[in-house]
C-alpha cells in the first residue's frame, strides 16, 4: 500500500476506467479493435472531459466547470 499522493496511488485511474466499464464498454460489442479505439476515443473527447458530470466538481461538467471559474477579464480602453 502507499499513502495519499504517492505515484503507487492509483485511483484516478480506477475510478475512470470504473466509469468506463459501466458507462461505455458494458453496453458494447465491438466487431473490430478498429471500432473500438474509436468509440472509446470518443467516449472520451466527447463525454466524459465535456459533458459527464463529475463529483469532485461540484456536480458540474469540466466545461461547465471551466467556464464558471475562468478568470474574467477587464477590457483596456
Known amino acids: 500500500m502507499s499513502r495519499k499522493g504517492n505515484c503507487w496511488d492509483n485511483a484516478v485511474a480506477e475510478s475512470f476506467f470504473s466509469s468506463l466499464k459501466k458507462e461505455r464498454i458494458k453496453k458494447q460489442i465491438y ?8 468509440d472509446l476515443a470518443d467516449y472520451i473527447d466527447t463525454f466524459y472531459n465535456r459533458t459527464r458530470r463529475h463529483s469532485h466538481l461540484g456536480g458540474l461538467s469540466p466545461d461547465q466547470f471551466e467556464a464558471a471559474h475562468k478568470p474574467r477579464r477587464q477590457r483596456l480602453h
Not at 466487431?31 to 474509436?38: G, Q
Request: without cysteine.
Open 31 to 38: 466487431k473490430n479493435r478498429e471500432l473500438a479505439i474509436a
